[in-house]
């Protein structure tokens, strides 16, 4: 019922995706998925075991001495491959990411950081990305009964926009905006569009606001603002 038409002809047309559940359909969990799948039973057990480790220690342990090898390195190798992105994933950020940028060995020291300083398996994500799935008592907070009732008694406070960052952070009032969250915008743009972003933020946030932002592989504009 609160489906736009587009919205509604979309489902009529594709309602085999949501007999599984529509958690899934998003285009990096169907492609975590996969990826999965190609990588192997070997592999799919090394992960299990991962996600069984009792407590960090012993997943640090687990990590160094059995899943860390060069079936893993290769795999980054691959996966840091500038034309899966853009071709493959279709991902369009990919090209403002400089080229001197080592992807892998980012990738690789984020997931060495990972299992030095993250239980996994009290993770969400880390189910999702090693077992294709979240297990019943490890969910993110919104898939929660707690979380699911904090959103529904909340949502009338939030408004959906699709509309340019740049232009709506312009187009209002000085001072409008309390906090801003900014996930991974800097994917999209170069340092110069990043910093007019920050001059907008300036403009918008009221004294002591705060941002939080997120950013990928497109290290550019660090020094911003």
């Given at each position: 019922?609160?489906?736009?038409?587009?919205?509604?002809?979309?489902?009529?047309?594709?309602?085999?995706?949501?007999?599984?559940?529509?958690?899934?359909?998003?285009?990096?969990?169907?492609?975590?998925?996969?990826?999965?799948?190609?990588?192997?039973?070997?592999?799919?057990?090394?992960?299990?075991?991962?996600?069984?480790?009792?407590?960090?220690?012993?997943q640090?342990?687990?990590?160094?001495?059995?899943?860390?090898?060069?079936?893993?390195?290769?795999?980054?190798?691959?996966?840091?491959?500038?034309?899966?992105?853009?071709?493959?994933?279709r991902?369009?950020?990919?090209?403002?990411?400089?080229?001197?940028?080592?992807?892998?060995?980012?990738?690789?020291?984020?997931?060495?950081?990972?299992?030095?300083?993250?239980?996994?398996?009290?993770?969400?994500?880390?189910?999702?990305?090693?077992?294709?799935?979240?297990?019943?008592?490890?969910?993110?907070?919104?898939?929660?009964?707690?979380?699911?009732?904090?959103?529904?008694?909340?949502?009338?406070?939030?408004?959906?926009?699709?509309?340019?960052?740049?232009e709506?952070?312009?187009?209002?009032?000085?001072?409008?905006?309390?906090?801003?969250?900014?996930?991974?915008?800097?994917?999209?743009c170069?340092?110069?569009?990043?910093?007019?972003?920050?001059?907008?933020?300036?403009?918008?946030?009221?004294?002591?606001?705060?941002?939080?932002?997120?950013?990928?592989?497109?290290?550019?504009?660090?020094?911003?603002?």
């Amino acid at each position: 019922q609160g489906l736009s038409p587009a919205s509604r002809d979309f489902w009529r047309r594709h309602a085999a995706l949501a007999q599984p559940g529509l958690l899934y359909c998003g285009r990096w969990e169907r492609f975590l998925r996969q990826f999965r799948r190609w990588a192997g039973g070997r592999r799919r057990a090394l992960a299990h075991g991962l996600l069984a480790a009792p407590d960090i220690a012993a997943q640090r342990r687990f990590w160094v001495e059995r899943w860390d090898d060069w079936r893993w390195r290769a795999f980054l190798r691959v996966l840091a491959l500038r034309p899966l992105w853009r071709w493959g994933l279709r991902e369009p950020g990919v090209v403002f990411v400089p080229e001197d940028f080592d992807m892998a060995a980012y990738a690789r020291a984020r997931f060495d950081h990972a299992a030095a300083h993250l239980h996994l398996a009290h993770t969400p994500f880390a189910w999702l990305l090693l077992a294709g799935g979240y297990p019943a008592h490890v969910t993110p907070p919104f898939l929660t009964q707690q979380g699911h009732a904090l959103i529904r008694d909340r949502i009338e406070r939030v408004t959906f926009r699709t509309a340019s960052l740049r232009e709506t952070l312009e187009g209002g009032p000085p001072g409008a905006f309390d906090a801003a969250s900014l996930s991974d915008y800097s994917s999209y743009c170069d340092v110069d569009d990043q910093r007019l972003i920050w001059r907008a933020l300036a403009r918008s946030l009221r004294v002591g606001g705060r941002v939080c932002e997120r950013k990928f592989f497109n290290k550019t504009g660090d020094d911003l603002p």
